[in-house]
């Protein structure tokens, strides 16, 4: 039989993965995982030269009907053209996925704000898993130009979350 940490791990691995459905048996046990996915739309933008128009790719995924059919195309949304960065900033990037905080605590000051001047041990956010609070620190010396994401927006691993002019 299965650990309850055994299980919440095989449960996170399959979330992660790329696979939809997942089936197990040990000793008497069967365990059955399946997503819950009925439609995914995949939109990728290509950045091509600067005298070009930014191009975009929409990839639609149906899940499996019962009854064959034709599918459906649906218009794509307009992708609005990513802001032109500067190659001399840093990206203070997110060291896991969580949700970002921008304040210790609700009714504290923000850690930082545009414009403010930063140190490699300042810490400009934190970031929280599974009800640890990560902080992350500025890794240069500098002034924050951009702030990426909202206050309690999920992050991805390696997502940028500021922008810091060195």
Known sequence: ???????????????????????????????????????AVQTVVEKVQAVQPVASVVTEVAAPQAQPSQPQAKP?????????VDENLHKIVSPMVGTFYSSPSPDADLYVQK?????EDSVVCIVEAMKL??????????????ILVENG??????????????
């Open 76 to 84: 794509a949304e307009p992708v609005a053209a990513a802001p032109t």
């Open 1 to 39: 039989m299965l650990k309850i940490q055994e299980l919440r791990e095989l449960i996170k691995l399959v979330n992660d993965s790329n696979i939809d459905e997942f089936s197990f048996e040990s000793e008497g046990s069967k365990i059955k995982m399946k997503k819950n996915k009925e439609t």
């Open 153 to 166: 927006q999920l992050v991805e691993y390696g997502q940028p979350l500021f922008l810091v002019k060195a």
């Open 115 to 119: 414009g403010d001047k930063v140190k």
């Open 133 to 146: 609070f990560n902080e992350i620190e500025a890794e240069v010396n500098g002034e924050i130009v951009e």
